[in-house]
C-alpha cells in the first residue's frame, strides 16, 4: 500500500467580501512574477489542490487558490447559498491579485467541479484573461445527473435547502484510497447541505454551456485513466469550446488526481518523472501564452 502525505508550500490569507471571509493561498516569492494563475478546487477539496502547482512555478508564475464558500477554511462547512456567491468571491480574490500584479498577465485554473466554474467566470468577465487551463473538467461524471434526477434534487433541495447529507462515506465505496486519505483530513468536509450539492450539480450544466462563448486560449489536461471524471468529458470540452487556440493534453496513466499534482496530498507511489508529465505540459503552455 502506498503512503500518503500532505503537500505544503504557500501561505493562507484571508479577504472580507461581501458574502464573508474568504481563506485564499499565495507564494510571498512570487510577488514580481509577470504571470498570475488563480486555481478553483473541486467537490469536497480546498486550496491544497494547486499547492504542487505553487511549489513548481515560483517565482515565475504567481499562483493563487481559493476555497470556495463552504469549503476549506471559507464560510460555513459544507454550504452555501448559491452559485454567484462563488462568483462574486472569485471577483473580489481576482481584483486584489489585479492590484498586486498590475501589469501581470492572468491566467484561471480550475479542477474537477472547478473545471466548470472556470468557464462560467472567464465568460462572465469577457476578455479579462490571457488563458484558461481545465484539469480534469467533469462534464462526464456523476455530478452530470440526468434532466428528470435534476428536477427532483431541485425540489428537494428547495423544500430542505439546509439538510445535511454525508458524502465521504458514500464517495468511498467508488474512489481509491488516495481520496479516503483526503476525507480523513480536517479540511474536508463530510457533510454538505442539499442546495450546496444542487449548486455543484448545476454548475456542471452551466460550466458546458458556457464553453462556446469562451474565446480565450484553453488548456484541457485529462488523465486517461480517470475513472471519476471520464476523459470523454475533456472531449466534449474540446469540441464544444468557442476558443480558436485550444490544447487537449492527455496524461497517459493519470487517475482524476493527475499523479497527485492536483490532490493536496503525495503518494508514495509517484514519481516525480510521473509529475512532471503534467507540470511540464502547463509551464510549456503558459510559456507560450
Request: charged share 25%; net charge positive; aromatic share 8%.
Amino acid at each position: 500500500m502506498p503512503e500518503y502525505t500532505w503537500w505544503t508550500g504557500g501561505r493562507v490569507e484571508y479577504l472580507d467580501t461581501s458574502d464573508g471571509r474568504v481563506a485564499y493561498r499565495y507564494w510571498e516569492e512570487s510577488r514580481r512574477a509577470p504571470k498570475t494563475l488563480l486555481g478553483i478546487h473541486g467537490l469536497g477539496g480546498n486550496n491544497d489542490n494547486f499547492i504542487a502547482l505553487g511549489e513548481a512555478f515560483k517565482p515565475g508564475v504567481a499562483v493563487y487558490a481559493i476555497d470556495l464558500t463552504g469549503n476549506g477554511d471559507s464560510g460555513a462547512p459544507g454550504d452555501v447559498a448559491g452559485r454567484d456567491v462563488h462568483l462574486r468571491n472569485l471577483d473580489a480574490l481576482s481584483t486584489l491579485i489585479r492590484a498586486r500584479h498590475p501589469d501581470a498577465k492572468h491566467y484561471v485554473a480550475g479542477y474537477s467541479l472547478g473545471a466548470a466554474y472556470a468557464p462560467v467566470w472567464v465568460v462572465r468577465n469577457g476578455r479579462a484573461f490571457s488563458g484558461m487551463i481545465l484539469f480534469a473538467p467533469p462534464y462526464r461524471s456523476p455530478l452530470r445527473l440526468p434532466a428528470h434526477w435534476r428536477i427532483l434534487f431541485g425540489a428537494l433541495a428547495t423544500i430542505m435547502p439546509r439538510r445535511p447529507v454525508a458524502i465521504g462515506n458514500r464517495s468511498a465505496g467508488i474512489v481509491d484510497a488516495r481520496y479516503r486519505f483526503t476525507m480523513s483530513g480536517e479540511r474536508f468536509v463530510q457533510k454538505r447541505t442539499l442546495r450546496s450539492l444542487q449548486v455543484s450539480a448545476d454548475v456542471v450544466i452551466a460550466g458546458e454551456r458556457a464553453l462556446r462563448d469562451v474565446q480565450v486560449p484553453t488548456l484541457i489536461v485529462h488523465g486517461g485513466a480517470d475513472a471519476v471524471a471520464r476523459p470523454e468529458g475533456a472531449r466534449v470540452a474540446y469540441h464544444r469550446l468557442g476558443a480558436g487556440d485550444k490544447t487537449l493534453h492527455w496524461v497517459a496513466g493519470a487517475q482524476h488526481d493527475l499523479y497527485d499534482v492536483l490532490s493536496g496530498i503525495k503518494r508514495s507511489d509517484v514519481s516525480d518523472e510521473q509529475r512532471a508529465l503534467v507540470i511540464r505540459a502547463v509551464r510549456e503552455w503558459l510559456e507560450a501564452h
